[in-house]
């Protein structure tokens, strides 16, 4: 099993800033992409980023230019930097991560999630 350990969540007020951590670990043989998304009361969870192997990353419209995601295969992890936060930005964050594991079967983990309240 892979399972992911996220840290970093937190209030803070408009403007601010948060760095989010997720790593993961178990029985992996590979990471083929590991990413954020958030989900808001009433709403559907949404796309935050995600970075491949390769380092080539996407990010939703609505934090592109604020936020960056960054990873370091060497570690298992992945870092969000959210930057100039917004009230519209609070959600619980959870990370997720896409890849093989030590028996070449496919998974697809979740994180429990961590709360990012944005607001003064």
């Known amino acids: 099993q892979v399972q992911l350990v996220e840290s970093g969540g937190g209030l803070v007020q408009p403007g601010g800033s948060l760095r989010l951590s997720c790593a993961a670990s178990g029985s992996i043989f590979s990471i083929n992409r590991m990413g954020w998304y958030r989900q808001a009361p009433g709403q559907q969870r949404e796309l935050v980023a995600t970075?491949?192997?390769?380092?080539?990353?996407d990010y939703g419209d609505s934090v592109k230019g604020r936020f960056t995601i960054s990873r370091e295969n060497a570690k298992n992890t992945v870092h969000l930097q959210m930057n100039s936060l917004k009230p519209e930005d609070t959600a619980v964050y959870y990370c997720n991560a896409l890849g093989y594991d030590s028996s070449r079967k496919i998974y697809d983990t979740w994180g429990q999630g961590t709360q990012v309240t944005v607001s003064s």
């Open positions: 970075v491949n192997s390769g380092h080539a990353t």
